[in-house]
């Protein structure tokens, strides 16, 4: 069965950077996108970014002004996501979702459990 | 606010029929891009519930639908069960912001 399984918690400093990975299994990983996705404390979702199967990325560009980096590395099945110069807004659970379409537009059908990001000083 | 405008709540009694609308623009919805739809539970990931705007994944029930009509999406739920108290996110890309885009999203509460 598909399965993501992502990072554990983080707590970090304003200006620091996190790096969220997500482990896939139960499907060929190679044939899907990857959609990341953040909610913060009592917030509605937002779209972080994708990455495609050969490694196009495309993010938030407004939101998060160059700051995202999303990889993929085949050997081990997993997507990461990095955000870097962190401020407390980014204090959010990042998701990583599982995009089965074809383009950049598709949805996210499979969804890893979370990971708690926080930003404190 | 969200490029994709969504009622904060909707509320309706076991059996009962609602719906929950989800309003772009020329850029998303009414540029032809697919719409989504996502319920969440609190505490838990998102669960894909309806896709370009009428699919239903295996498993989620047929009292789901979903429609589109110009630069508006739907999302139904007829016969009302408690199970279905969420909160519920429509999707869609915005091709001007070159980006998917969210509802700010919808709690339905089952009176």
């Known amino acids: 069965q598909v399965q993501l399984v992502q990072s554990g918690a983080e707590v970090k400093k304003p200006g620091a950077s996190v790096s969220v990975s997500c482990k896939a299994s139960g499907y060929t990983f190679t044939n899907y996108y990857m959609h990341w996705v953040r909610q913060a404390p009592g917030q509605g979702l937002e779209w972080v970014g994708i990455?495609?199967?050969?490694?196009?990325?495309?993010s938030n560009t407004q939101k998060f002004q160059g700051r995202v980096t999303m990889t993929r590395d085949t050997s081990t099945r997993t997507v990461y996501m990095e955000l870097r110069n962190l401020r407390s807004e980014d204090t959010a659970v990042y998701y990583c979702?599982?995009?089965?379409?074809?383009?950049?537009?598709?949805?996210?059908?499979?969804w890893g459990q979370g990971t708690l990001v926080t930003v404190s000083s | 606010q969200s490029v994709l405008t969504q009622p904060p709540s909707v509320s309706g009694a076991p059996g009962q029929r609602v719906t929950i609308s989800c309003t772009g623009s020329s850029s998303n919805i009414g540029a032809g891009y697919d719409v989504h739809w996502y319920q969440q539970l609190p505490g838990t990931a998102p669960k894909l519930l309806m896709y370009?705007?009428?699919n239903r994944p295996s498993g989620v029930p047929d009292r789901f639908s979903g429609s589109k009509s110009g630069t508006s999406a739907s999302l139904a739920i007829t016969g009302l069960q408690a199970e279905d108290e969420a909160d519920y996110y429509c999707?869609?890309?915005?091709?001007?912001?070159?980006?998917?885009?969210f509802g700010g999203g919808t709690r339905l509460t089952v009176l």
């Open positions: 370009i705007t009428y």
């Open positions: 990455i495609s199967p050969s490694g196009v990325i495309t």
């Open positions: 999707q869609s890309y915005d091709g001007s912001l070159s980006a998917s885009v």
């Open positions: 979702g599982r995009g089965p379409g074809a383009t950049l537009t598709t949805h996210a059908d499979y």
